[in-house]
Each structure stands twice: as structure tokens, then as C-alpha cells.
């Protein structure tokens, strides 16, 4: 399974962007790459995922790196209910149906 | 409520004893998950089914540890003898038809501890 690499932890404050960085440097071809992210006491919920463009989406846009080595989960203006553990997946044609999840990067909001 | 949903929410039981753990899945998705989770860590997957063919198992799927899916509905996870190093969030998640690139949406999870 490519690795990612997430830091462990960030911080933010209510109302501003986010930008959460996830580096994937050995991803091939046809990885896929999701953000799922677990809000305490919860289990993972899907946030985006794309495959070389930049998405949007209600929740968050992703933006991909031209050389797709790293991408960048960016939420426009945090929220409270934000702070959650983000992880950065990729899936690729062989096992695909499994998520592999890395440590993620825990994020926290600050009033 | 159409989520996913696991049952018990909690389970404490003793070292050597059986327990079984049941997923929902949402209504007509084909795809059903567990995942493990210890803490402080991210999930780790144990089996996926199609339907009701169980299609991968995870290395960390012990003998102990047997899952089901009969019908292609409800699973359910059984882990025999349990031990302590069995303690963990148990997780099941399950997708619809279609891309195996499909989100997956996961259940609120079961709570181990083993005494």
C-alpha cells in the first residue's frame, strides 16, 4: 500500500482556513487519493477525494500538487465542529476496497 | 435514522470469554467492512464482503476471529478466547454498488475491553 505523511497535529482558530498537507511521494498512477476525517467518539466520515484535478465540495476542496506527490485538504472557514483526527488515504487498484489509514493529522480548533 | 448502525455500543467482558458484535449495514449497500482500532491510531482494516462472499481477510484476523454475513445483510464479528490485546474500537463501515472507489460510511462502533 503507498504511504502518506501527515503531521500529527495542527491548530487553527473559528472562522479562518485550514489547510491540512498530506505527502504521498510514491503514489502511481491510479491512486486515488480521500480525506476521511473522525470527530471524537465517532467513526470515520468521508470527506473528498480526487484523482489529479482540484475538487470541490460542500465540505472541503482538495487540492492536488501537478506532480501528485502531495496534496492539500483545505477547509475554508473552520468551525468548532471541525476539530477532528484527518486522514489522508490512498486507494489504488489492488485492494481498493479497504481503507489503509495512516496516524492522520489531529486538528484543533481554537475558539 | 439510514446510517450504519453497531451493536452493543459497549462491551466489557473477561479475559477467555466469547463475544459477538452485529453491523447493519445501510439499506442495499453491497459492501461491508470491519476495521479495528486501537488507541491513538487509525483504523485497521480485518475483512471485507460482497454481498455475502467475505473476500479479504486481514493477517490480523487471528483464528479467533471469524465474521459473518449470511443473506448478504447484517454481519456479525465473533472473537473467541478473548484477550486483552483484543481491546479496541470495532468498526464497520459498508458502500453501495458500484466503484470500489465508493465511500465508505462507518458505524459509531463497538468498545472492547477485556478484563
Known amino acids: 500500500d503507498a504511504k502518506t505523511t501527515q503531521p500529527n497535529s495542527m491548530e487553527s482558530n473559528e472562522e479562518e482556513p485550514v489547510h491540512l498537507p498530506c505527502n504521498h511521494s510514491?503514489?502511481?498512477?491510479?491512486?486515488?487519493i480521500h480525506w476521511y476525517r473522525q470527530l471524537p467518539s465517532q467513526g470515520p466520515e468521508y470527506v473528498i477525494h480526487g484523482l489529479t484535478s482540484n475538487v470541490n465540495n460542500r465540505m472541503a476542496s482538495l487540492a492536488i500538487a501537478e506532480d501528485r506527490k502531495s496534496s492539500t485538504l483545505i477547509l475554508h472557514r473552520a468551525t468548532l465542529r471541525d476539530a477532528a483526527v484527518y486522514y489522508c488515504i490512498l486507494r489504488g487498484i489492488q485492494g481498493a476496497q479497504k481503507l489503509v489509514f495512516g496516524q492522520g493529522t489531529r486538528l484543533t480548533i481554537n475558539p | 435514522d439510514t446510517g450504519v448502525s453497531q451493536d452493543p455500543r459497549h462491551k466489557i467482558t473477561k479475559r477467555g470469554q466469547n463475544v459477538t458484535f452485529r453491523c447493519d449495514p445501510i439499506s442495499e449497500h453491497n459492501r461491508l467492512y470491519w476495521y479495528r482500532q486501537t488507541l491513538g491510531q487509525g483504523p485497521e482494516f480485518l475483512t471485507y464482503?460482497?454481498?455475502?462472499?467475505?473476500?479479504?481477510k486481514s493477517r490480523l484476523l487471528s483464528d479467533r476471529f471469524s465474521a459473518e454475513r449470511p443473506k448478504g445483510s447484517f454481519s456479525t464479528l465473533e472473537i473467541q478466547r478473548t484477550e486483552q490485546g483484543d481491546s479496541a474500537m470495532y468498526l464497520c463501515a459498508s458502500s453501495p454498488r458500484g466503484a470500489v472507489y465508493n465511500e465508505q460510511f462507518f458505524g459509531p462502533g463497538t468498545r472492547l475491553t477485556v478484563l
Open positions: 510514491t503514489i502511481s498512477g491510479t491512486d486515488y
Open positions: 464482503f460482497q454481498n455475502e462472499a467475505q473476500l479479504e
